[in-house]
């Protein structure tokens, strides 16, 4: 069965940085890509990235490209989502989610495209 299991939420004020992890197990030794989405207050849940360390990092929401960051911790067995210079429009619970495969794919944007999610995160950011 697979699980995601993400942390690292929280409150930080404007500017500030946040990493939040996603633990991912049951794939075995299949590839599968990660992504990210986030759900802001009254807004529709948006793809923000997807990785894979194959093709690194394709970003769908343009704002935060060159201040997010995902990665994979080894050591932890995670994939990171380090956030830098964070804006109060950044405010949402954000999402782990996985699909076997690779990314970038035709349709990863979409929340339908991914088939496992994590229970989410809110990461809160303040003026």
């Known amino acids: 069965e697979v699980q995601l299991v993400e942390s690292g939420g929280g409150l930080v004020h404007t500017g500030g940085s946040l990493t939040l992890s996603c633990a991912a197990s049951g794939f075995g030794s299949e590839n599968y890509a990660i992504g990210w989405f986030r759900q802001a207050p009254g807004k529709d849940r948006e793809g923000v990235l997807c990785?894979?360390?194959?093709?690194?990092?394709?970003f769908y929401v343009d704002s935060v490209e060159g201040r997010f960051t995902a990665s994979r911790d080894t050591g932890k067995n995670t994939v990171d989502l380090q956030m830098n210079s964070l804006k109060s429009e950044d405010t949402a619970v954000y999402y782990c989610?996985?699909?076997?495969?690779?990314?970038?794919?035709?349709?990863?944007?979409?929340?339908?495209?991914?088939?496992?999610w994590g229970q989410g995160t809110q990461v809160t950011v303040s003026s």
């Open positions: 990785f894979t360390e194959r093709f690194g990092t394709t």
């Open positions: 989610v996985a699909r076997p495969g690779f990314c970038p794919s035709p349709g990863a944007s979409s929340r339908w495209y991914w088939d496992y």
